[in-house]
């Protein structure tokens, strides 16, 4: 019996979205891919009218001179540190708060929520001047009395770098809509079966949230490790600088070390896109979801 | 009105500092100078930034001052000019001002104004071998308050051999004779002048200076650009493009590295910085050997190269005065000097460094040392931090639309106006 090509040829609509998400994917790409072969280029090539878009000599030392620039050892080591408390703070506090502000129901926790929500709009530079102040004024740190005067609180410490911004209101929105979505019949066997509030949260609701733990744990991972400012502002020592602080030193107002920026941003930016490769399928899932709600 | 990260930090910094210096715990008086050299002093320092900075400023620099300083301790925090402002407005608010801090030319009448420099020596002027134009921008209503240190220029960078093409034998000894050359210069696609691949309002204060204005009166508190002259300035460049001559369009962004049009032979005259010559020297050294780059001093009714750069301070909060002043003079001491500006390619602020071997060897930093007899500097107005950030987003729309440089100009001095008014 001759058997029939079930295939068919994909519909017109399917090419065009083809295409079209090709083409938005090439766009995405370029400039990844122009930082790359920026890095690799001479500076007479990069400024050359005539260059082509491959290295006509591949210029590997860059990255090697650009390591020499700074200790970003150290830097990267300060970056890690940081990145990755704020991503295990902001996971299991703003879960915690994203559950109970979804699930427990307890006087003024809707205007809680719209605290929340309301924190959301504030725009990050405007609580920067307000975070400094109370980092230099806390209470018995850094030399500082019980009133935060007389010494220089948490400045220069891992402190300022960590415990501020560590918990972020959008983390704590993203997770209470997604605790939001479980069914109420979870929590109710759950109480049969004699767990109390936090088991409930940790060892049943929370497994079932992954996709919202991976989205908050890299977007908190990705702004932490590209945050710039707020460690500059508060850190003196060099020991205590971030990564993005190292790249700084190729770009100053005299003109940009354009081979050395690049050769630098290539290394600083790989271990970002080796989180997205890893968590990615429940990064999307995540993003969809709350774009649902 | 355009509320940018940086506007709302300034407006925030000075806010916020205005109101707590009077409570925090910085408020204390500075100790007075004269005193022995001693204690821990920090320096904020926007420059020396890279590992061959700080072996420069702590291998180098600092260990010789320990050494005719013992008794002084120094703990460097470096930081960058984007964010210098952030730094010291945070660090103001909360009461732990660096004892010397090197910031631009321009801030120190701002900062001076708020109490926050301490006013130095006039001893110091004359300790080194200053232009007096030099160190016009370390003075706050007649008092010293700063020492400069490296300098950049802005001047007129030119293609000899566009010149020597179109049979044009010195540069140009007014702006009447400049539009014509530019104008003459012009061939296809080649601009005749490219004046606005340097920061706008960098561009219009050179131009405005030349034209014989001032920004501000003698005390900073009135504008002092509104007048024909300012007018005249912006409406150039607006002259420059109707004739062809310049294209907004095809600017590059020369201060942040890219192939400026000079390099590429598609304008044969430039706005520009001391810097390019360092930029030369990585990505066009064959411009250098067969000697086709030229420079000279934007002329109007009076010559003008507008000079920026790093000047060094001590904060009228410190507790050590003695090690802090101490420390600004070494700073700006000529070896010292020379030592940062070879490191950064820029322009020793000191006359007496022009025979230099690094100065010699940069020919528009030698050029630059050699005319800082007409150097002029932007600020000179307590307001100038809010001021400057408005200049640009205001001018541009005269020179990419149809706005009139008129009403730009008049739509800038009623900003201006205003921010002196706030103090």
């Known amino acids: 019996m001759a058997t029939t090509d079930t295939r068919r040829p994909p519909a017109p609509g399917r090419i065009a979205l083809y295409v079209t998400l090709s083409l938005v994917a090439l766009l995405m790409v370029v400039p990844f891919l122009w930082m790359i072969v920026t890095s690799l280029k001479t500076p007479a090539e990069i400024a050359s009218a005539d260059t082509s878009l491959l290295p006509t000599h591949w210029a590997f030392g860059n990255y090697a001179d650009a390591l020499r620039a700074a200790p970003f050892a150290t830097y990267a080591r300060n970056s890690f540190v940081i990145a990755a408390s704020h991503t295990v703070l902001n996971v299991v506090f703003a879960s915690m708060a994203g559950y109970a502000l979804a699930r427990i129901r307890f006087r003024g926790s809707e205007f809680l929520f719209y605290c929340f929500v309301a924190a959301l709009m504030i725009p990050t530079y405007t609580k920067v001047l307000p975070e400094f102040l109370i980092v230099r004024f806390m209470p018995l740190a850094g030399g500082n009395d019980l009133f935060g005067q007389g010494g220089s609180g948490w400045l220069d410490t891992w402190w300022a770098l960590i415990v501020p911004g560590a918990i972020t209101p959008f983390a704590v929105f993203l997770f209470r809509q997604f605790y939001l979505d479980l069914p109420v019949e979870l929590e109710e066997a759950a109480r049969l079966d004699g767990l109390g509030e936090f088991r409930i949260y940790a060892r049943i609701m929370t497994p079932q949230v992954k996709p919202a733990l991976t989205t908050v744990a890299l977007l908190t991972f990705e702004s932490s490790w590209n945050n710039f400012l707020w460690p500059l502002l508060v850190t003196r020592t060099d020991s205590l600088r971030v990564i993005q602080v190292g790249l700084s030193v190729f770009k100053t107002e005299n003109g940009t070390q354009w081979h050395f920026l690049m050769a630098g941003t290539t290394l600083a930016t790989l271990p970002m896109v080796l989180l997205f490769l890893v968590g990615q399928r429940y990064f999307v899932q995540g993003f969809a979801h709350t774009g649902l709600k | ?423």
């Not at chain 2, 900075?53 to 600092?62: F, M, V, Y």
């Open chain 2, 1 to 423: 009105m355009e509320l940018t990260r940086r506007s709302l930090l300034a407006a925030l910094g000075a806010g916020t500092a205005a109101a707590l210096t009077g409570c925090g715990a910085g408020t204390d008086a500075g100790g007075k100078a004269d005193g022995p050299a001693e204690g821990e002093i920090t320096l904020l320092t926007p420059i020396y930034e890279g590992a061959d900075g700080k072996q420069l400023l702590e291998g180098k620099i600092l260990k010789e001052f320990r050494k005719k300083h013992p008794d002084v301790k120094v703990n460097v925090d470096y930081t960058n000019y984007t964010q210098l402002n952030e730094k010291i407005t945070t660090a103001l608010a909360g009461g732990l001002l660096p004892d010397v801090l090197m910031m631009g030319v321009g801030w120190i009448p701002p900062f001076a104004a708020k109490k926050v420099l301490a006013e130095l020596p006039e001893s110091l002027a004359a300790k080194y071998d200053y232009e007096e134009r030099v160190l016009e921008p370390s003075r706050y209503q007649g008092k010293l308050y700063a020492l400069p240190t490296v300098m950049a220029t802005r001047l007129v960078a030119y293609r000899k051999d566009h010149f020597a093409a179109a049979g044009i034998k010195k540069p140009p000894a007014s702006l009447h004779e400049l539009r014509a050359m530019a104008k003459e210069l012009t061939k296809g696609d080649r601009m005749g002048i490219d004046p606005f691949s340097i920061d706008l309002r960098q561009c219009w204060e050179t131009f405005l200076y030349a034209n014989g204005a001032t920004l501000f009166n003698a005390d900073g508190t009135k504008t002092a650009f509104t007048g024909a002259r300012g007018v005249e300035s912006l409406q150039f460049f607006k002259d420059l493009q109707k004739d062809g001559s310049a294209d907004y369009t095809k600017k590059t962004d020369g201060d942040a590295g890219a192939t400026t049009n000079l390099q590429l032979g598609k304008a044969s005259m430039m706005m520009t910085g001391s810097g390019l010559w360092k930029q030369l020297q990585e990505q066009s050294p064959d411009l250098i050997e067969k000697d086709l780059i030229g420079a000279f001093v934007l002329r109007g009714r009076k010559p003008a190269m507008l000079t920026g750069g790093t000047l060094v301070c001590q904060s009228a909060r410190t507790q050590h005065a003695a090690a802090a002043q101490a420390l600004v003079a070494h700073l700006a001491a000529p070896d010292n000097v020379l030592a940062a500006a070879a490191q950064r390619e820029t322009v020793p602020g000191i006359t007496s460094l022009r025979s230099s071997s690094y100065v010699k060897s940069n020919k528009l930093v030698d050029f630059s040392v050699r005319n800082l007899k007409d150097a002029c500097a932007e600020g000179g107005t307590p307001a100038w931090m809010e001021i400057r950030e408005k200049i640009k987003p205001t001018l541009e729309p005269a020179v990419v639309s149809g706005k009139s440089a008129a009403a730009a100009i008049a739509e800038l001095g009623e900003l201006a106006d205003a921010a002196i008014s706030r103090l």
